[in-house]
């Protein structure tokens, strides 16, 4: 896993995927318009867990929440409060220009699993990295959390330290 700057902070432990969930519902209810948080860990690590979670805190049903592998984009919510988009598929040196995310951006926040897979610098993402730490433990670490905007990386801070 990659290092954790100190804006960051240290990685976030959850003991379950209800536990990864309120993490990610705490950063939600936080997000807004315009705001971009990239997704990445191994097959399996909760994902698609968390996006759930980031759904709950912007007061969408985490049960309509899928996993966008095969149809690379959902969006929850009318209108759209949740744009959650999944580069698996493409691969490495994904070509994202077809997805228009600057437009998607004007209408809600955006999740994207796989966010390491396209350069999505230009947006100012919050990186989070998911990694397996157990049978149903995981640990969630903001990664270059300085060169996220301000504002996500308070949110996340925010999030992170909120109650559990």
Known sequence: MSSCTTRGGPPVLTASPAGTQAVAARLGARLGTGDLILLDG???AGKTVFVRGLAT?????????????FVLHHVYGSPPRLHHLDLYRLGPGAGIALLDLDTLLESAPAAVEWGSYADLSAWRPLRLSLDIAGE???SI??????E????????WRAAAHGPA
């Not at 805190?57 to 592998?69: A, N």
């Not at 670490?141 to 300085?146: F, G, I, K, R, S």
């Not at 996220?148 to 949110?155: G, S």
């Open 141 to 146: 670490e903001a990664v270059d959390a300085e």
């Open 42 to 44: 191994p097959l399996g």
């Open 57 to 69: 805190g912007l007061g969408i049903d985490p049960g309509l929440v899928r996993s966008p592998t």
């Open 136 to 138: 149903t433990a995981r």
């Open 148 to 155: 996220a905007a301000p504002r996500l990386a308070e949110a």
